[in-house]
């Protein structure tokens, strides 16, 4: 009895098989897709990390900037630098990559991505000469035609290379010994200017091949013995602004063969001074071009070495009257965006708690919410 007892056991578990396999067969085959973005707006976030615990495999962070939400991440490669296209349409980034992962045979390359889709969609292969730094704005810049691209090299002698974008082709590599960063002009397509360690600007101006048709230097608009600048620098058309490590503001203009400045002035009173407000971070300040508002990170106690101090304070400075109009909580900001437009929202990244706050800036800065836990060693945003 017991063995046809478990005989029959064995026929009614294989009958059960056999229909459960008969009914999965009959599943329709899963195919694999791609997730939709929505169209980009004025609040996309791209969040630029170096993630240097794993270096030579970066990250490209794509945040809704709205709604906080993770869009997508763009691999970018060793120290990988990524700007948009003139048009926003495309994502450029510029960057190494070793056929062993951290060793072997080094090929570097300008990978192109579709910003609706983040899709690779094509490479353009450049000399082995990419600076391998953290992000800054100035490391990679198109040119506001969209005819060029500027990559900054380092080997650790610097120069620039120039990607034609018509070809997606290399074409030059202009020498600019001692000088760093890409402050590409409005006006003229084919011109940028750099920063120089001796406080001056070179501006390289170039001819419809890509070469060098003028390389001219400015005069001193910075003394980098007594108050270095912070290399990031904020555009409005021809116009770039810095600030320097002791709170003064110098305003540059790239437009003409030959860069002009403007007298520089503090953003700092006796008061302050007193008490050792100090810029600190890496994108160290943000500018709203239609409003004249500039929002600094700042700290007190400040003192030589403590430039990459997290913010303590934004100070927001209205550049018509040269003065601070409101101080707001600075959430230990180490970078600051701010988009562009009548509905302006700042965005600061928290340097210590991996996050994102956002303040609403079309008045005296509101904090509206937070996004926790993104990214890993950033120093760069970009607003689409």
């Not at 120039?162 to 202009?174: G, P, S, W, Y």
């Amino acid at each position: 009895m017991l063995r046809k007892a478990f005989a029959g056991s064995l026929l009614t578990t294989a009958l059960a098989l056999g229909a459960s396999a008969g009914a999965m067969a009959e599943l329709p085959t899963e195919s694999i897709t791609t997730g939709k973005l929505p169209p980009p707006n004025p609040y996309r976030i791209y969040l630029h990390d170096v993630a240097i615990g794993h270096i030579v495999d970066g990250r490209l962070h794509v945040i809704d900037g709205e709604n906080l939400r993770y869009e997508g991440v763009i691999a970018t490669g060793l120290a990988g630098q990524a700007a948009l296209s003139a048009d926003r349409k495309e994502i450029f980034v510029a960057t190494t990559y070793y056929s062993r992962l951290s060793h072997g045979v080094r090929t570097d390359v300008v990978d192109v991505h579709d910003a609706q889709t983040l899709a690779l969609t094509g490479e353009i292969e450049i000399p082995p000469r990419h600076a391998q730094s953290l992000h800054y704005k100035g490391t990679i810049r198109p040119s506001a035609d969209g005819r060029w691209l500027f990559v900054q090299y380092a080997t650790p002698a610097t120069s620039v290379g120039i990607i034609d974008l018509k070809t997606r082709k290399a074409v030059n590599e202009v020498a600019t010994p001692g000088c760093w960063a890409i402050l590409p002009a409005a006006s003229v397509g084919g011109r940028f200017s750099t920063v120089c360690g001796d406080g001056t600007l070179v501006t390289v101006s170039l001819d419809d091949a890509g070469q060098v048709r003028t390389q001219k230097r400015s005069a001193r608009f910075f003394d980098p013995d007594k108050d270095p600048i912070f290399i990031h620098g904020e555009q409005d058309g021809d116009t770039y602004r810095f600030v320097s490590f002791q709170g003064e503001i110098h305003t540059a203009h790239v437009g003409g063969e030959v860069a002009s400045y403007d007298a520089p002035w503090s953003i700092l009173g006796a008061a302050d001074r007193k008490q050792g407000w100090r810029p600190g971070g890496y994108q160290v300040f943000a500018q709203h071009n239609a409003s004249g508002r500039l929002y600094v990170g700042m700290h007190d106690k400040g003192k030589e070495g403590s430039h990459k101090t997290p913010a303590k304070e934004i100070w927001t400075v209205d550049l018509a009257s040269k003065k601070r109009v409101a101080r707001s909580p600075g959430n230990d900001a180490i970078a600051l965006a701010v988009s562009q437009g009548e509905r302006p929202r700042l965005f600061a990244y928290d340097g210590v708690k991996a996050a994102i706050a956002v303040f609403d800036a079309s008045r005296k800065l509101t904090l509206s919410k937070r996004m926790e836990g993104v990214g890993e060693t950033p120093t760069q945003m970009e607003l689409h």
